[in-house]
């Protein structure tokens, strides 16, 4: 079963433009992850963000969460055609045993 | 290359048949993770591991699929009489201990297809 889902499901931009897409999950959370897939590849780690911080960056990346509205979103800054892919949340259910996914938003970014 | 790796990449097999995939994790990670993945979904969690012990699998994992982590090492994932309804690709995850503050580490999956 999927823990969260992703918003939008897909997401077209211009090289250059920022991309912003929401992730929402159902229960309390150690951590929420992100994680790009390029088309039929493994998933690849990008941030990670701990359920008592509430803003992260890592080079053009931001993320935000709020656990009182179980939400966070992942900002790409000045999108580049390399960054076409899928991305997803992941949260550890609060167990921290597993990650569970969400549904995934499909980027792509035009030349 | 020291990450996670999976054989075989490519699997085609007749329904009905049996196939077997294997997972090497980094080799300091103790859990081992696997999941399946249709087309246009994320992924789904089957079952993990914590060195040899498989400590929880999900009711995705039905009788036909068995996973073993013999001495703590690599992992296999076997799936007996297959049906078309198994075709998707099949990841291996590993991590160093809980993911608490720690990230998986992904292979590049088994894109398994029954025909």
């Known amino acids: 079963s999927q823990q969260g889902e992703e918003d939008p499901q897909a997401l077209s931009i211009q090289e250059g433009e920022n991309a912003t897409m929401n992730c929402s999950y159902k229960?309390?959370?150690?951590?929420l992850q992100w994680y790009r897939q390029n088309s039929g590849r493994g998933l690849v780690h990008l941030i990670l963000?701990?359920?008592?911080?509430r803003e992260k960056h890592s080079g053009r990346l931001r993320v935000t969460l709020d656990t009182s509205k179980k939400s966070s979103s992942l900002l790409i800054t000045a999108s580049r055609a390399a960054d076409t892919a899928s991305y997803f949340c992941?949260?550890?259910?609060?167990?921290?045993?597993?990650?569970?996914f969400g549904t995934g938003t499909r980027l792509q970014v035009t030349l | 290359d020291t990450g996670v790796s999976q054989d075989p990449r490519h699997k085609i097999t007749k329904r009905g048949q049996n196939v077997t995939f294997r997972c090497d994790p980094i080799s300091e990670h103790n859990r081992l993770y696997w999941y399946r993945q249709t087309l246009g979904q994320g992924p789904e969690f089957l079952t993990y591991f914590q060195n040899e012990a498989q400590l929880e699998k999900s009711r995705l994992l039905s009788d036909r699929f068995s996973a073993e982590r013999p001495k703590g090492s690599f992992s296999t994932l076997e799936i007996q009489r297959t049906e078309q309804g198994d075709s998707a690709m099949y990841l291996c995850?590993?991590?160093?201990?809980?993911?608490?503050?720690?990230?998986?580490?992904f292979g590049q999956g088994t894109r398994l297809t029954v025909v």
């Open positions: 995850a590993s991590s160093r201990g809980q993911l608490l503050n720690t990230e998986a580490f």
């Open positions: 963000i701990r359920s008592n911080e």
């Open positions: 992941a949260t550890d259910t609060g167990t921290a045993s597993k990650l569970t």
């Open positions: 229960t309390s959370i150690n951590n």
